[in-house]
T-cell receptor, first 113, second 109 residues
């Protein structure tokens, strides 16, 4: 089945220790998103790619970086995680044309110790 | 600014009907989405409205009034598995989704 995959599902890191979250998709969608979601809050868009074009939200901290080496893969790098970065990180994809619904991966829950 | 409002929490009884409202103020409008999100899981797509009126899909229906900036999600024949958060999201003129904080729906037997 075509899908959005995120690894790992749970990630524990230490305060200040760099961490990378990964996302892959078999949908061949050209748009990919990274969201941060904290408990009982709306998903917060961090950045998105339209093909290789990178779009950073104005309020995304510099501590968050992203890479998209090809259509299928996208990575979220957190250079120096703080306690406030503990959250669910959601990857989503979207095709262009038609309804253009966003489809989400299962998410990675990040815990910072 | 851009704003999506929906109730924080609702409670309903198994087998009953519940309506979750969403009002929005956004810069541009290119469709409204409803997503279901179970605790600790990712949002899953439920419905999409871009024209005024009612879209029905099984036990779930979604309504849109663009002139009023208003939508609702109607859930019929509630089941315990419908206990989840329901997020309203509007796609703005930049084709980005503006999200509500979600309505936590609690189903009681």
């Amino acid at each position: 089945d075509a899908m959005v995959i995120q690894n790992p599902r749970y990630q524990v890191t230490q305060f200040g220790k760099p961490v990378t979250l990964s996302c892959s998709q078999t949908l061949n969608h050209n748009v990919m998103y990274w969201y941060q979601q904290k408990s009982s809050q709306a998903p917060k868009l961090l950045f998105h790619y339209y093909d290789k074009d990178f779009n950073n939200e104005a309020d995304t901290p510099d501590n968050f970086q992203s890479r998209r080496p090809n259509t299928s893969f996208c990575f979220l790098d957190i250079r120096s995680p703080g306690l406030g970065d503990a959250a669910m990180y959601l990857c989503a994809t979207r095709a262009t044309g038609g309804r253009e619904t966003q489809y989400f991966g299962p998410g990675t829950r990040l815990l910072v110790l | 600014g851009q704003n999506i409002d929906q109730p924080t929490e609702m409670t309903a009884t198994e087998g009953a009907i519940v309506q979750i409202n969403c009002t929005y103020q956004t810069s541009g409008f290119n469709g409204l989405f409803w997503y279901q999100q179970h605790a600790g899981e990712a949002p899953t797509f439920l419905s999409y409205n871009v024209l005024d009126g009612l879209e029905e899909k099984g036990r779930f229906s979604s309504f849109l009034s663009r002139s009023k900036g208003y939508s609702y999600l109607l859930l019929k024949e509630l089941q315990m598995k419908d206990s989840a958060s329901y997020l309203c999201a509007v796609r703005d003129s930049n084709y980005q989704l503006i999200w509500g904080a979600g309505t936590k729906l609690i189903i009681k037997p």
